[in-house]
């Protein structure tokens, strides 16, 4: 084909100069900034650790914008050095000026947004095996607890940027233990027997603690994702402590772990359709897990495909390891939640300011009701009204109000999962509001608020009257620019901790108040005290008391 | 940051200079050939009718080598068209020499695999709701059959490459109607009455075909896939013919339609990761599909994740749809498999020599028999052996044997999942494999044998002294250069029908046998033969004879 080939090397040389047109246009006008391959690599680890959890790992917007570099460009560098560094409103937090990142790494991540995002990789049992490390072996750990310390009222504390977790005595308010952990841990969660905390960092390390050694120790850790938010153990009657399961938010992937060693033994792919039938979610983020009452299965919400799925987790000892994934619709942008009673698991679709009522007895979804703003339970709260029976409350974030319903279908059906109150309280930006049955209060935060005054105020809420008691600034916390923030009880109920979230650069305390009379009765204070948040009493988190 | 500036005003020169360099010597040594983008777009359209059945979607290599332009550029674009018209040995098909592809389309598909490969596109319940049409609605549909012709003993006929079926009457060899379908029909199964047939094309379009019409015409349609090779009816009491499933071969889905109209109601993704624990498979066909009998629920093989998914279908019409899909590992490479009695289902592991044998009723993997080079059992053969009490038989593609196993662990025990025969067969290259209770034979094809004379020969294999009692070249097959293909029973086993396969450019014949005494007893023939290969008779296929 002689001819066909000269018409093709014309084409070619054709092509050849457009490139070079184009090549030479495009440079004059917006070429992406450089980035060496050293910087994009590091740019992209703090991309995974820092950003990804607002604005997805494929960069695509999720609670924050797509940070694509078309839309980037016309903002330019230095913008996004500044936003980087000092935030904005919305939510962005201030990474250079709470000491977060250094003015080199902003300004790498500043390029970085600019170049086209890296394809986000994915993840092999092998890699997850290169991660997995067992301290202390099972055999080895003692068979009773090697202190007397009231370890099922110890209370872990996140020390959000340290990499941390601290043991806190929650009778004697002493610190017992600070263990190194993954990165910015976002939960801890106690085994069915309370005798072991699993910690998930951002990082997508998880951490097995166990608390009868002396002291506390992470005893396991292995790292099944490069970002995850979740984590459970295996609570069922004959399970317990057996398995854990770790929710990815990338890869797009929950991890089945042996839940005495961190072993991983399965790996449960989440990409795949909106809500069964719709457009393909790559990005299909793990976000709370529950262990279910009522089977030996965990539920677990993936986010953008609007599904919450019951994980089966009883024959993984057969040949086969048959594993059985039962998928409901329920909605997108789920994101946290918390039992109501025993039977009720709600789970917040964040986004559109709904929450989802999911039967773990007969797997469906119950009911959908419309909270405030983005409602963000954390856990929720329950008590018993004496008008409308069991009911449940969540926070919200975008509105000042904490939103209540009834929760109790077989004895007021009447009031089942109708708003029975929109109690009002003085700022939004609510994160966790907790309660506990020997306090008549529901504590609630502000953390997120836009006013500093918010960030640093509690609220009690009167669980009868349903009306705001008294909300107060916590003394000392606007000084350390810090936030107040996640109520946590102690065994028992008669005290209710907040953090007080600052700075990683100077330490600030946990308050303690007395969970009846209101009055602060002492400060958790240390230089080890930085960036607490999430605090999660062994007892009340094992038998899910909120 | 005026020196930083400098530096990354001197990097992007330094950048952009050697980009012109490295386009300058690429160029001199080997640029992919030009393609235009309408040929582009025409080669990938073939390129998934035609090549990733056996190459993959992603060019990434299945049964078939990887087609990446690194690897093809060492061999030049006049090999590939030498290829692509001629064919290989190994099972390559001669795309030019039997007319499927015309020269110029050979000469635009050669430079399509010397360049990069598209990325692949994903598919979304709109796209596919824009593909679904209801041509007669169910309530228009006939109450009784509008014939008096015995449809249950109806043969649907794939004439592969027409883009039809041909339903042929079983008692009188008349054509009764021809229909247009997809692309290259893979299969047709029955739904549970045996009223429908459902036929899924390799261009991933669905057709539903009502039995009872005169004549027989295609009701409802939709292209759920790009690409697909598995479809299957909901046949559970309770549920007979109300659902369908498509089986995807890209995008990695599964689609359940309503089994009478087609509309899509459910999207399965399939990408995961390998036996639930190991690399992440973008790519992870659906391969074989069968209805179990023992659960509202199909068992559906997923080829590179090596598991087999046993799908509910039984609350599709709960809110939230709550669908159970128990996820059992088994291994890579899974085909295709038929029924071994009424609980247990065979399935190839095909490039392990491996045959899966599946226990529908524990959900468990029962067995791993080692087979013979390839196996490939269609749906495999079943009969009751005087020693060895119910056997289950395999053809293979790559050896000359039948492999027989025990197939009855409750009553033979010491033969269960054991090979007690390698039959010897003159030639490799089997396909299919059937057997009738009414026959002493199992007939056994050898359609992919290198040989001419292999792929026009059948053999007749005794049941009882498990050894090839005859095989024979069906006269004037080889002279169409054609392909004899997949016997087939008309209902109550009187006579075995095979497939002569040729070119799409002359009629062939299919050529009836008699089922005992193996006498030729009649050809079907007539200008729409053309390209015929599997058939389905409606009462063997709906009842799981074989």
Known sequence: MPGS????????LLAALTLVATLAVGYAQA???AITPEEFETATQIYFDRCAGCHGALRAGATGPNLFPDRLSEKGEGYLEAIIYGGLPGGMPSMGAHGILTMEQIDVMARFLLNEPPAPAQISLDQILETWQVHVAPEDRPSEPQHDLDWENFVGVILRDMGQVAIVDGDTHELVSLVDTGYAIHILR???TGRYFTAIGRDGKASLIDLWSDPPEVVA???????ARSIESSKFEGFEDAYAIVGCYWPALAVVLDGLTLEPLKMIGTAGYQRGAGDYVEEARVAAIVASHYYPEWIVNIKEAGQTWFVDYSRLDEPGQPMAITMLDTDLFLHDGGWAGDRYFVVAANALNKLMVIDAQERTLAAEVTAGEIPHPGRGANWVHPEYGPVWATGNLGSAEMTVMGADPEGHPEHAWQVVARVEVPFTGNLFLKTHDNSPWVFYDSPMSPSPAGTATVCAIDKVALETERCWEVPG?????ARVVHPEFTRGGSEVWLSVWGSMNEPSFIVVYDAITLEEIDRIEG???RTPTGKFNVYN???DVY
């Open 221 to 227: 850790e292995v790292k099944p994702c490069y970002d």
């Open 190 to 192: 106690s085994s069915a």
């Open 5 to 12: 080939a000269l018409r093709r090397t014309a084409k070619r």
């Open 31 to 33: 070429e992406p900034p």
């Open 477 to 481: 916390a606007q000084e350390l620019g």
């Open 541 to 543: 988190t094992a038998q």
């Open 527 to 529: 230089d080890w005290v």
